[in-house]
């Protein structure tokens, strides 16, 4: 087994994803780039991610980590291991609960396997300023 990582093909935050049990195929809902919040400190009830790298086989330790504006690690998930018997497309599908951000600004998903940065996606934190009327 050569433990090769092909190209990353998709890096998803969205509101959960569902799997089917039958086609074994992923559906992302809500899938999103960017948060609101009135204020902050501010904690996101829930959210997933959804990885799907093509050409993997091997053996795989990965993590997931998100990083404030300053590069600082906010929360992270993982070790998680993976394993390819055979060249295929591998998904990875992962759910976080009350993530937790000090401060609006961009943020970075990462996603890390075998120690390094496969993939990285943007999440932008605005403050929303309180409406008058």
Known sequence: MSNRIGPVIAFLVCDQVITCKNTLKSTCVGIFDTINSMGFPFARPEMAIFARIADVD????????????????????????????????????????????????????????????????????????????
């Not at 018997?85 to 609960?97: D, F, G, N, Q, W």
């Open 58 to 133: 091997g053996y795989h330790v990965g993590r997931i980590e998100i990083r404030d504006p300053e590069d600082k690690v906010l929360d992270k998930i993982g070790p998680f291991e993976c394993q390819q018997a055979k060249t295929a497309t591998l998904e990875i599908v992962l759910s976080m609960v009350n993530v937790a951000f000090e401060r609006p600004g961009v943020h970075q998903l990462q996603l890390y396997l075998d120690g390094h940065m496969v993939a990285s996606s943007k999440l932008i934190l605005n403050l929303l300023s309180q409406k008058v009327g």
